[in-house]
Each structure stands twice: as C-alpha cells, then as structure tokens.
C-alpha cells in the first residue's frame, strides 16, 4: 500500500476533493434563502424559465397547489385562482388588478417557497407555501390570494 492511501483505500487527493465539495455545497445551502430546486445536474431551476420562456404560456402554482396561476404574453397579464374558493383575479402593466372567473386544470410547475418570478413589462410574483402575489414593479395596481384574506388595487 503507497504511502498516499489512507487505511479505507481511497487517496488523500480524492478526500481532499470530496470534502471540497460538501463545503462548496455547504456554502450554497446556507446562502440561498428557502428552498432550491435542482435538477440532476446539480443546477438551480428557476421556474417559466426555459428556452423561448417569453414568448410562450407559463403555468405555475404555490408548493402546496392552492393557488394556480398562467402568465400570458400576449397580452401581457397574470392571471390566478385561489382553487378552493375560486376567487380569481388578473393584472396587466398597467391599471388595477381585476377580478375575473377562470379556471385552470393544470398545476404548472411548482414554485419553491419565496420564490419571485419577473416577468416582462414589470409584472411579478412571489409566493409563500400558501399565498401568491403580484404586482406592477412600476405601478399600484396589485393583487394577493390567500385562504384567508384576498385582495386587490
């Protein structure tokens, strides 16, 4: 047995390189705020982010799926509903959050818990593990589904 081999078999070189990547890990896990997803490459995945992502549909829901929500492009608006009640409104850039009736089969991809999305024309939304909010990054007009208290302006 060389001298560099350590009494398990592997080399100090390897120990060194695996203890390298829990820290940088580590480092990651305590920086980050909330959850992350990743995939199974290890990158973070942020969601209605793929390729061509502005010019497409963008389904999307709080993590535990009492909320649902679909940003369009054209026009530019978010539209969400508070499944249980049906309680439903939609913003666009410019004006007050109008309430509306929809109904959205689909989930969409799961956000993780504090996640903000921005869209384009300074639409976003941020999510708890229960309540969806979006607003006008420029302007007044919002709106924020909750089972409890709902609201819009």
């Known amino acids: 047995m060389s001298a560099r081999r350590t009494v398990s078999g592997t080399s100090a070189a390897s120990v060194g390189a695996a203890g390298a990547v829990v820290t940088a890990a580590a480092v ?4 980050a705020p909330g959850k992350v997803w990743a995939s199974s490459s290890g990158t973070r995945h942020f969601a209605c982010s793929k390729a061509n992502s502005a010019k497409m549909v963008c389904r999307f829901s709080t993590p535990s799926g009492n909320i649902r929500c679909e940003w369009m492009p054209s026009p530019n608006s978010v539209a969400c509903v508070l499944v249980a009640t049906r309680r439903a409104y939609r913003l666009r850039p410019t004006g007050k959050a109008k309430a509306i009736h929809l109904a959205l089969q689909s989930r969409g991809e799961t956000l993780p818990t504090y996640q903000q999305i ?3 024309n300074s639409l976003s939304c941020r999510d ?4 969806m909010t979006c607003n006008q ?8 589904l909750s089972p409890r208290s709902s ?3």
């Open 28 to 31: 990651l896990f305590v920086a």
């Open 118 to 120: 921005v869209f384009p």
């Open 128 to 131: 708890t593990k229960t309540t």
């Open 137 to 144: 990054d420029f302007g007044t007009g919002f709106f924020k």
């Open 151 to 153: 609201r819009s302006g």
